[in-house]
């Protein structure tokens, strides 16, 4: 059997990480398809404490 083409080379893995770190991104993703997101924005973040109604609030 031979082998497949790749999605991406290293080269391209190094390029993009490096465009990342001077745009300031927030995180990159790697998926297996070949696919390369660089989020520039923080990802949501889920509030920790939902206040439920249970205990008074006293101001």
């Given at each position: ?57 006293i101001?």
């Amino acid at each position: 059997m031979s082998r497949r083409a790749a999605h991406f080379v290293q080269a391209d893995v190094a390029r993009a990480l490096r465009a990342a770190r001077q745009a300031g991104a927030a995180s990159v993703e790697i998926q297996p398809g070949g696919c390369i997101l660089i989020r520039l924005d923080a990802p949501p973040v889920a509030p920790k404490d939902i206040d439920d109604g249970d205990e008074p609030v006293i101001l």
